[in-house]
């Protein structure tokens, strides 16, 4: 009787100071003590009349335990697996009630219509940085019906991104920035299947994540992963809009040399020396800058995967906040490119 009853101590225990599962493990252990107190073959245990039963009767009882345990663990998988089943967040396949309502002013649009926000759902785009530009970017995207939505990102929310990086708030200060993101793009819309990695993109896993995706957009503001991600993007033959900021200025483009324009490292073939360009947190930028730059993203973005209007393939998007003033300049593939050069 006292053996049953140190089971039951434990559990209430466990309940009690909120172990979760790890009560398991005591109770595992107790079980064993149960079965050393009756072992076979050995001088009376005093043990034994105290906790009650017998060895055979304790190895069943133990055995029965993890069946019940086991058949518990994989109904809860079962469950698991429905609670993410395809037809809640498919980013294929017919659309439901809700979501018709949701996207009904996209599919008023003729250059979109219900083809195009078919597209959009079916789409897997991969965001590099939820900083700045991300967060438009991210926000927009998720708005949009993009279907998969990838996101990396290394940094955690800081209070002094929160004067620009929107999609954060100031209670998540501390949170990795990718989740924090995914908290937001959740909340705006459950239809979509975001994917964070709270991880710094590296040479190592560039071109598999890449090609897990139909197009990249890259808002970081550091050259080395600009150079990555363009390399990674070459190389798994998947268009890369990339975007840039600093203090009132901004541009965008979009890189495709698979389709025949340039790559990022045919316009900007030599990596700024080290200091000559300085980034927002040692410059300084405007708060509504990386919004209009971002979303200029974004809508290039919904186009590519649409099929709507032009892109930016070919042309680069200069934008100076400060005087008001956009320039779109044509920007050509260079032959000797050490990136794209000779590959197509
Ligand atoms: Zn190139």
Redesign the pocket.
């Known amino acids: 009787m006292i053996g049953l009853l140190g089971f039951v101590a434990l559990w209430a225990l466990g309940r009690w100071r909120g172990w979760g599962a790890s009560w398991l493990a005591l109770a595992a252990g107790w079980w064993v003590i149960l079965l050393l107190a009756h072992l076979p073959f050995q001088a009376e245990n005093p043990l034994a009349g105290i906790v009650g039963g017998d060895f055979g009767g304790w190895i069943v009882f133990g055995m029965l335990a993890a069946a019940v345990l086991g058949y518990r663990e994989v109904l809860r998988a079962v469950r698991r697996r429905k609670a993410v089943a395809p037809s809640e967040t498919a980013p294929s396949g017919a659309f439901r009630e809700a979501e018709l309502d949701r996207y009904a002013r996209h599919i008023l649009l003729r250059e979109i219509g219900g083809p195009g926000q078919k597209r959009l759902k079916g789409a897997k785009v991969l965001v590099v940085g939820a900083g700045g530009l991300g967060s438009p970017v991210l926000l927009y995207l998720a708005a949009a019906g993009v279907g998969v939505i990838g996101v990396i990102d290394h940094d955690v929310v800081e209070g002094s991104n929160l004067q620009r990086q929107v999609i954060h708030t100031d209670g998540r200060i501390g949170m990795p920035k990718v989740f924090s993101a995914e908290v937001a793009m959740r909340a705006l819309n459950p239809f979509i299947e975001v994917r964070p990695y709270h991880r710094q993109l590296t040479e190592e896993i560039a071109v598999d994540l890449v090609r897990d995706y139909d197009l990249v957009l890259d808002g970081t503001d550091d050259f080395e992963t600009r150079y990555l991600v363009?390399r990674a993007c070459?190389a798994a033959g998947v268009p890369l809009i990339s975007g840039a900021i600093t203090q009132w200025e901004g541009q965008v483009s979009l890189?495709d040399?698979a389709k025949g324009g340039?790559?990022?490292?045919?316009?900007f073939?030599v990596k700024p020396a080290a200091g000559l360009v300085p980034t927002c947190a040692e410059a300084g930028v405007a708060a509504p800058l990386p919004g209009i730059i971002g979303s200029m993203m974004a809508m290039e973005a919904v186009k590519w995967v649409t099929g709507a209007g032009e892109g930016l393939a070919g042309r680069l998007v200069i934008h100076d906040a400060l005087y008001t003033e956009t320039r779109v300049i044509g920007v050509k593939?260079?032959a000797d490119?050490?990136?794209?050069?000779g590959?197509h």
């Not at 490119?337 to 050069?341: H, M, T």
């Open positions: 363009n070459v890189f040399p340039p790559c990022y490292a045919c316009v073939p593939r260079r490119c050490e990136v794209c050069g590959r």
